[in-house]
């Protein structure tokens, strides 16, 4: 059920950030994020994340949105979305900074968090 990543990645939009001259937070908070477990086939409900320091541009939110939802189907492991996700929007948005955090509902009493930043943090 994997899809080619850039079908997913050519949804995103873009637009000129209005102070490209000063760093900035924006923060997206995405409630209704849906995948498919690939073990079980049963869907995974999460919440995803992004906290980004802009560069040139900035994320168009529709296609955004248009974006996550791509996933709805898509047999894809916790950790493989979240990476997937972050690489799909640092190639497209080219931001300074970006975190992208997936905060999943709990199954069998356990929930997840999984978190990955760009630039990665150098090892001390």
């Not at 209704?32 to 939110?61: A, N």
């Not at 640092?90 to 975190?99: I, L, S």
């Not at 978190?115 to 001390?124: D, G, L, N, T």
Request: hydrophobic content about 30%.
């Amino acid at each position: 059920m994997n899809s080619n990543p850039s079908e997913f990645r050519d949804i995103l939009e873009v637009f000129d950030n209005p102070a490209p001259q000063r760093n900035f937070t924006i923060e997206h908070h995405c409630p209704e994020f849906t995948s498919v477990c690939p073990k079980t086939g049963q869907p995974d409900y999460g919440t995803i994340v992004f906290t980004y320091v802009p560069d040139k541009i900035c994320v168009e939110l529709k296609s955004l949105k248009m974006y996550l939802q791509r996933f709805r189907n898509e047999g894809i492991f916790y950790e493989a979305v979240t990476n997937r996700i972050l690489d799909d929007f640092v190639a497209v948005v080219q931001p300074r900074r970006v975190k992208v955090e997936s905060r999943w509902t709990p199954r069998g009493g356990l929930n997840s968090n999984i978190i990955v930043e760009y630039p990665e943090e150098s090892s001390k």
